[in-house]
């Protein structure tokens, strides 16, 4: 059964940073491409970023050149890096594969708010 934790979200103001990870466990994790996800009140869930097995990373238009995700599959955790916040990335963040096959995770909150 897989199982998707995610953790490092919280309260932060404008421009600034935070780290978000996601352990995941019952999978060959380093086999399965990584996404991360986001989902502000009132929207659609929406993919921000994705990772492939083989290191290759892309973005949505609205966090490129602010977020950067990366993996470590020794520890089967997928990072999210997100700097120079802005309120719209306020959101519920949550990772899966990019073409989201698993049950998801319960989420981390972000808000950016001054």
């Known amino acids: 059964q897989v199982q998707l934790v995610e953790s490092g979200g919280g309260l932060v103001q404008p421009g600034g940073s935070l780290r978000l990870s996601c352990a995941a466990s019952g999978i060959i994790f380093s086999i399965y491409a990584m996404g991360w996800y986001r989902q502000a009140p009132g929207k659609q869930r929406e993919l921000v970023a994705r990772?492939?097995?083989?290191?290759?990373?892309n973005y949505a238009d609205s966090v490129k050149g602010r977020f950067t995700i990366s993996r470590d599959n020794a520890k089967n955790t997928v990072y999210l890096q997100m700097n120079s916040l802005k309120p719209e990335d306020t959101a519920v963040y949550y990772c899966?594969?990019?073409?989201?096959?698993?049950?998801w995770g319960q989420g981390t909150q972000v808000t950016v708010s001054s």
């Open positions: 899966n594969n990019p073409i989201p096959i698993w049950s």
């Open positions: 990772i492939t097995s083989g290191g290759n990373t």
